[in-house]
T-cell receptor
Framework: GDSVTQKQGQVTLSEDDFLFINCTYS??????LLWYVQYPGQGPQLLLK?????NKGISRGFEATYDKGTTSFHLQKASVQESDSAVYFC???????????FGKGTSLTVIP | NSKVIQTPRYLVKGQGQKAKMRCIPE?????VFWYQQNKNNEFKFLIN????????QIDMTEKRFSAECPSNSPCSLEIQSSEAGDSALYLC??????????????FGHGTKLSVL
């Protein structure tokens, strides 16, 4: 079945460091790949969406890319700020199966 | 700010008590999902609806959990007899999914259930 694997559980960076979070996925159809961010006490917010058509998404300084060959997708940011401290989730949406599959989340702490 | 409205934000129940939470999806979104997020941030899918009809649900939902999305009323998720293991953040999300080609999911702030 469809699945998403997100192995980085916790990441600690200093301000202005480069952020890179990787997810791998498994599906038999054409996926839509998404990144969500969840701040304490809130629900997840959609950060970026990447499809097989566009291969890349950019929002709020974050960039998401997708590699069909390695069935992976990445979230990166050139220079993180303390306000970026949150939990980041990758997710796969498969229209044919009408559901979403979430990774286990990466908890990012940015030290000022 | 989230356009999916969940109430209450916090819910405290004793074991064996009923726990009910509500969700108003974003206007125009016919698809509603309920997820359970545990303290390790893991998501567990519970049930989803398109308009008033159930699309999918897991076995757990079929036993102690009940959910509905009536026309012109908030959607709801109810646990008939709460257990300690039900303590979690319950997230409602809505989507245009399948209907407009938009596969994004929009979440509410969640209802944090504590079962004592």
């Amino acid at each position: 079945g469809d699945s998403v694997t997100q192995k980085q559980g916790q990441v600690t960076l200093s301000e202005d460091d480069f952020l890179f979070i990787n997810c791998t996925y498994s599906t038999t159809t054409y996926p839509t790949l998404l990144w969500y961010v969840q701040y304490p006490g809130q629900g997840p917010q959609l950060l970026l969406k990447v499809t097989t058509a566009n291969n890349k998404g950019i929002s709020r300084g974050f960039e998401a890319t997708y590699d069909k060959g390695t069935t992976s997708f990445h979230l990166q940011k050139a220079s993180v700020q303390e306000s970026d401290s949150a939990v980041y989730f990758c997710a796969l949406s498969n229209t044919g199966y009408q559901n979403f599959y979430f990774g286990k989340g990466t908890s990012l702490t940015v030290i000022p | 700010n989230s356009k999916v409205i969940q109430t209450p934000r916090y819910l405290v129940k004793g074991q064996g008590q009923k726990a009910k939470m509500r969700c108003i999806p974003e206007k125009g979104h016919p698809v509603v999902f309920w997820y359970q997020q545990n303290k390790n941030n893991e998501f567990k899918f519970l049930i989803n609806f398109q308009n008033q009809e159930v699309l999918q649900q897991i076995d757990m939902t079929e036993k102690r959990f009940s959910a509905e999305c009536p026309s012109n009323s908030p959607c709801s998720l109810e646990i008939q007899s709460s257990e300690a293991g039900d303590s979690a953040l319950y997230l409602c999300a809505s989507s245009l999914f399948r209907t407009g080609g938009d596969e994004r999911l929009f979440f509410g702030h969640g209802t944090k259930l504590s079962v004592l």
